[in-house]
Nanobody, 124 residues
Framework: QVQLRESGGGLVQPGGSLRLSCAASGFAFNSYAMSWVRQAPGKELEWVSGIDSDGGRNTYYAAFVKGRFTISRDNAKNSLYLQLSSLKTEDTAMYYC????????????????RGQGTQVTVSS
């Protein structure tokens, strides 16, 4: 079955950086686009970024990212990454990796598979 396991979250000061990782198993990783989504307390799930299945020639970001985050993947390792930089307090959320339904990394209305999440807290 599809398994997604995130890691790398933590407590960081505003302006700091973190690198999130997601280990995938149970499906043909190199055949599916992947995404990162997040959910802050009391708020709805929010799409952050997506990457096509082909190793990352095409990547997509929510407007609020504004060049601060970088999504990448390593198909040989069945792994997805999200480099977070210039973090703001409003980036505090649980971050989830999610499997897209096809090869294109565009935002989807819903994600049927996502991991348990990794907490990112930005605070001074």
């Amino acid at each position: 079955q599809v398994q997604l396991r995130e890691s790398g979250g933590g407590l960081v000061q505003p302006g700091g950086s973190l690198r999130l990782s997601c280990a995938a198993s149970g499906f043909a990783f190199n055949s599916y686009a992947m995404s990162w989504v997040r959910q802050a307390p009391g708020k709805e799930l929010e799409w952050v970024s997506g990457i096509d299945s082909d190793g990352g020639r095409n990547t997509y970001y929510a407007a609020f990212v504004k060049g601060r985050f970088t999504i990448s993947r390593d198909n040989a390792k069945n792994s997805l990454y999200l480099q977070l930089s210039s973090l703001k307090t409003e980036d505090t959320a649980m971050y989830y990796c999610a499997k897209n339904d096809g090869r294109n990394g565009f935002k989807q209305d819903r994600y049927y598979y996502r991991g348990q999440g990794t907490q990112v807290t930005v605070s001074s």
